[in-house]
Structure formats: structure tokens, C-alpha cells
């Protein structure tokens, strides 16, 4: 019988890369091909006649008529997500419009904006300058709020708007286009923010479930960036997840991120085997604590390194359970990783400049061959 292949696949709609996410694009399509006993193929070519089945690892999430020319109808077929409009890809669709005249693009959901409106915090997405400056007034009189363009991750080209002139300056900066086709979103700005990392990942029958916080650094450009992940990852999916044990801000923070992947359903044609969700915790301008579903994340980003080398570790121990896996990113010159780290990219990247990435991995669990027929863990960790 053929093997299947494994394939990196640049999108109809996806941004440049960086040399270093493209590193790490390769990196990670070559682990899944290891975890999956698929053969690695490198970049997918349209003309070449894959003999056996294809997995496709795209650099960002696809659209529903793209995946269907590449013949993916199932998410057994790729490493990420596929949705049926360009903004459903986005955090654009986190929160609800300003009202029932609002701008809108086509396949809008307003009742997938409504079941997660009690996990996210409070804002507006908006697809005009109109309806941003309507969002923005009300929003204002509570204190300040966080412009965030749809497209960006990392913690990237995120504005905090305190008054109606910052505003003004703000939306100076965004084209009718820009708006009109992926949105922009208003949101309550948050102080001593916590981040938590939640998701589950199917690769096959293979499955791998986590929670972990982020940590941010300042990149070459003294910018307050995306940093890394800490994980404790499970062997199984949500259910398997949900019997850690958990802090209670943990265990909201799962149960957030769960209810807004339920919601999922709500985009006819959504299918996704990489599911991660960023989850916020923080202090209002009121001084009351806050939390909220940031954003969605439904292809290869930030804490997949530490995603597959968790599931590389599940795959080479059948009777290990949960590992801690720990992806970072270090800017800067003269950085070394520890001994114990698998280096995802070393070097001077020519846009972000010198950088390090790294994983670690350290088993916490295992589960005897002579229980290995139980149904529950018999060693969990928090």
C-alpha cells in the first residue's frame, strides 16, 4: 500500500512570511510526516500525481473553495482550518456589530456572534468608519479601548484609543477596502493581562489537547511581541482535557475556549484539525477583573512547535499521558538555547532581525503497559 505524503502549501490569501516562519513551516510539515509515518514531499506541487493520500500543512487557514480544489473534504486532510469567507478566519467575528443597520460582509453570523457574546470581551467588529466611530462612542464613555485589524497576530498592529482624536488618527491609517473586506475590531482594553494558550490537535486518530499561558518580549524594535507558549498537553481531546486537574482561572479559561469552538458550527463548511484559542484575563477600567476569548487560530502558528513535539513524544511512548512543551522565542544576538531544546530557527532573519526559537519537551506521565486498559488517567499533574 502507498504511504501518504505530507505537504507545505502556500494559500490563495495567505500574508508574506518571514523567513523564519517559513523555517518553521517546513519544520513543523516534516514533524507532522514523522508523527503521521507519512513521507515528507516539500512544497506541493499541482502538477505532480501524489500517488498515495495527500496531508496539506498551509501557511494560513484556507477557504472552503480552495481546500475543495485541492481535493481536502475532511480534516483528517490537513493541519489547520478551513472556512467558508476571508474575515471568518479572523478575530473579526468575535464580537457582535454595533447594530441591526450595520455594514456586514456576506456570510456574516449573527448567531455565532450571540453564543459567544458571554466569553469574549465587551466590543464591536465593524466593516466601516461609520459604524467605527458609532462602536467607539459608546465604548469610550467606559474608558479605553483596543483597535485590533483583524489580520494581525502576535500581538501586532493593535492601537489604544483613549479619546474621539486618537480615534481619528487611528482609522487615517485604514482604507474603506481594508475595512470593508476583513474588518476591524473595538474591544475593552485590559491591564495586567495573563494569556492563556487552549486547543486541541487531530492529526488522523491522533489526538492532542493543552492548556498554557503565553509570555510576551520586546523584538528588535523595542515592541512588546509574542514570546512563546508553556503547555501541559494531554494524550486524547477536550473530554481527556477537562479531567486535569485545573486552577479555577485554568479551567474557565478551557471552558471559554470550548464553548467558542462549539460555536463554530454556526459557519456552514467550517472544518478545522488544528484548534487554538487565546484567552485573555485582566483588569478593566473599572478595576474589576475581566476575561474573554481574544482570538481564534485555525493553522500553524506561535505554539504548534510545542504542539507536535508533544504529539512526537505521545507517538514515540504509547503509554505516556502528559508532557509540559514549551516553544520560545528570544530576539536579539548571542542567544543560546538550553541543552536539552530542539532549535526551530537560529539566525538573522532579513525582516525581524536576530532571532532564536526553540522547543522543550519534558515528559510528567506515564501509564504501566499492565493498566494501559483503563479508561482514565492514573497520573494527572495541574
Known amino acids: 500500500m502507498t504511504r501518504g505524503v505530507v505537504v507545505v502549501y502556500f494559500s490563495w490569501f495567505g500574508k508574506p512570511l518571514q523567513r523564519h516562519h517559513k523555517v518553521v513551516l517546513d519544520a513543523g510539515s516534516k514533524a507532522i510526516a514523522n508523527i503521521t509515518g507519512y513521507d515528507f514531499a516539500g512544497c506541493y506541487d ?21 481546500a475543495s480544489c485541492l481535493g481536502i473534504h475532511s480534516p483528517q486532510h490537513l493541519y489547520g482550518g ?5 474575515f471568518v ?21 449573527t448567531a455565532f456572534a450571540e453564543r459567544v457574546r458571554g466569553i469574549v470581551l465587551p466590543g464591536y467588529t465593524v466593516f466601516n468608519h461609520r ?21 494581525s497576530a502576535s500581538g501586532k498592529d493593535q492601537t489604544l484609543v ?27 482594553n485590559l491591564r495586567h493581562v495573563k494569556t492563556f494558550s487552549v486547543g486541541e490537535v487531530a492529526l488522523g486518530s491522533f489526538r492532542v489537547s493543552y492548556h498554557g499561558t503565553q509570555r510576551t518580549v520586546r523584538d528588535n524594535e523595542g515592541q512588546s511581541v509574542y514570546g512563546g507558549s508553556d503547555l501541559v498537553c494531554v494524550r486524547g481531546g477536550w473530554k481527556v482535557l477537562d479531567a486535569l486537574p485545573m486552577a479555577p482561572d485554568v479551567r474557565a479559561a ?3 475556549a470550548k464553548r467558542y469552538d462549539e460555536a463554530t458550527e454556526e459557519f456552514p463548511g467550517f472544518m478545522a484539525s488544528r484548534r487554538n484559542y487565546d484567552v485573555g484575563q485582566g483588569i478593566g477600567a473599572d478595576g474589576r477583573a475581566r476575561a474573554g476569548v481574544f482570538e481564534p ?7 504548534s512547535s510545542a504542539e507536535l513535539a508533544a504529539a512526537a513524544a505521545f507517538a514515540r511512548d504509547p503509554y505516556l499521558q502528559i508532557v509540559r512543551a514549551s516553544h520560545v ?15 526551530d530557527f537560529q539566525g538573522d532573519d532579513p525582516e525581524a532581525g536576530p532571532l532564536l526559537r526553540y522547543t522543550v519537551v519534558k515528559p510528567q506521565s506515564r501509564r504501566s503497559p499492565q493498566l494501559a486498559h483503563m479508561p482514565r488517567m492514573m497520573e494527572l499533574i495541574q
Open 131 to 151: 459604524d467605527a466611530r458609532l462602536a467607539a462612542a459608546r465604548m469610550l464613555r467606559h474608558g479605553p479601548l483596543r483597535l485590533k485589524k483583524p489580520l
Open 46 to 66: 499541482r502538477v505532480h500525481d501524489y500517488a498515495g493520500p495527500v496531508l496539506f500543512v498551509p501557511d494560513d487557514t484556507l477557504l472552503t473553495a480552495e
Open 329 to 343: 522565542e528570544e530576539y536579539g544576538r548571542d542567544r543560546q538555547p538550553p541543552a536539552d531544546a530542539v532549535v
Open 297 to 303: 487560530s485555525w493553522r500553524i502558528g506561535g505554539a
Open 89 to 109: 478566519k479572523t478575530k473579526a467575528i468575535t464580537h457582535g456589530l454595533v447594530d441591526c443597520h450595520a455594514e456586514r460582509p456576506r456570510g456574516w453570523s
Open 254 to 256: 478551557v471552558a471559554a
Open 82 to 86: 478551513v472556512v467558508p469567507h476571508l
Open 162 to 188: 483613549a479619546n474621539v482624536t486618537e480615534l481619528d488618527a487611528a482609522l487615517e491609517k485604514i482604507t474603506a477596502a481594508e475595512m470593508a473586506t476583513y474588518g476591524l475590531v473595538l474591544e475593552e
